[in-house]
Nanobody, 114 residues
Framework: QEQLVESGGGLVEPGGSLRLSCAAS????????MSWYRQAPGKERELVAS????????YYSDDVEARFTIFRENAKSTVYLQMNRLKPEDTAVYYC???????WGQGTQVTVSS
C-alpha cells in the first residue's frame, strides 16, 4: 500500500506562486530521498528537484534554480515544492517520485497563463 498523492496544482498568472504537496503513506518516509518531476505536452518527463535522505541535500534543474524550493516535513510524511515567479513554460503535470523503487504519484496540473 505504498502511495504518493500530489495536491496544490492550479491555474496561476505569470509571476505568481504555487505550493505543491506530496503526501506519502505505506512506508518509512524519512528514510527515502524524494523528487519532483514534470511533463509538458509533447515533451519528455524531466526531473526538476530532489531532496536526499539522510543528508537533505537538494538539487534543482537549471530551469527552476532560484525560483523553486523543495523541502520536506518528515513528521507529516510530506514533501513540498514551492514555486515562485512562475513562467508559462512551467506549465506541466507535476509528479512526486520516490526514486527507490520508482514509486510515482498520480500527478497534479500546473497551468501558468495570463
Amino acid at each position: 500500500q505504498e502511495q504518493l498523492v500530489e495536491s496544490g496544482g492550479g491555474l496561476v498568472e505569470p509571476g505568481g506562486s504555487l505550493r505543491l504537496s506530496c503526501a506519502a503513506s505505506g512506508f518509512a518516509f524519512s528514510g527515502y530521498s524524494m523528487s519532483w518531476y514534470r511533463q509538458a505536452p509533447g515533451k519528455e518527463r524531466e526531473l526538476v528537484a530532489s531532496i536526499l535522505s539522510p543528508s537533505e541535500t537538494t538539487y534543482y534543474s537549471d530551469d527552476v534554480e532560484a525560483r523553486f524550493t523543495i523541502f520536506r516535513e518528515n513528521a507529516k510524511s510530506t514533501v513540498y515544492l514551492q514555486m515562485n515567479r512562475l513562467k508559462p513554460e512551467d506549465t506541466a503535470v507535476y509528479y512526486c517520485q520516490r526514486p527507490n523503487g520508482k514509486l510515482w504519484g498520480q500527478g497534479t496540473q500546473v497551468t501558468v497563463s495570463s
